[in-house]
């Protein structure tokens, strides 16, 4: 398989969390209904990111809540909910990747699969969480989201 961006492996972790929440079936069997059926086939950053999104759910949306102070969780789109779970999964499970970077892809995830409003929504969420844990998101320039070459 050809290697993949980190924000490839994003959109296609995104779009199995998104499907994820329609179905709620085990991740085996939705890997390869992806694989089989649409030939998404997700690479190792992707699929850590579905796993740790699906793992820890329940943790992910309890975050959700706390910080979605103008809507319940049941009131937000599945995209803009899939979006949320995956950027609060790489903030508070995978240390290594700049707050700054998940913003702004979660970000762009919700310009291309929802609305600007949803963008701004998720923009203003997941900077909150990151200014209550004493990260600086301003620090953290547009570019460190890009793919790094050898990404």
């Given at each position: 398989m050809k290697?993949?961006?980190?924000?490839?492996?994003?959109?296609?972790?995104?779009?199995?969390?998104?499907?994820?929440?329609?179905?709620?079936?085990?991740?085996?069997?939705?890997?390869?209904?992806?694989?089989?059926?649409?030939?998404?086939?997700?690479?190792?950053?992707?699929?850590?990111?579905?796993?740790?999104?699906?793992?820890?759910?329940?943790?992910?949306?309890?975050?959700?809540?706390?910080?979605?102070?103008?809507?319940?969780?049941?009131?937000?789109?599945?995209?803009?909910?899939?979006?949320?779970?995956?950027?609060?999964?790489?903030?508070?499970?995978?240390?290594?990747?700049?707050?700054?970077?998940?913003?702004?892809?979660?970000?762009?995830?919700?310009?291309?699969?929802?609305?600007?409003?949803?963008?701004?929504?998720?923009?203003?969420?997941?900077?909150?969480?990151?200014?209550?844990?004493?990260?600086?998101?301003?620090?953290?320039?547009p570019e460190?989201?890009?793919?790094?070459?050898?990404?």
């Amino acid at each position: 398989m050809k290697q993949s961006s980190r924000r490839q492996s994003r959109e296609v972790a995104f779009c199995l969390i998104f499907e994820w929440s329609f179905h709620g079936e085990d991740l085996e069997s939705m890997l390869k209904n992806a694989v089989d059926g649409r030939g998404l086939e997700p690479d190792p950053f992707a699929r850590e990111l579905v796993e740790q999104t699906i793992d820890g759910v329940q943790e992910l949306d309890a975050l959700i809540e706390q910080y979605s102070e103008t809507w319940k969780i049941s009131r937000l789109s599945r995209v803009t909910l899939s979006v949320l779970r995956l950027g609060f999964c790489e903030i508070t499970r995978m240390e290594d990747i700049p707050l700054g970077a998940t913003i702004n892809e979660a970000v762009e995830l919700c310009k291309k699969f929802a609305t600007e409003d949803e963008a701004a929504y998720v923009n203003g969420i997941l900077g909150r969480y990151g200014r209550d844990m004493g990260v600086d998101t301003e620090e953290t320039s547009p570019e460190s989201a890009l793919p790094a070459e050898n990404d």
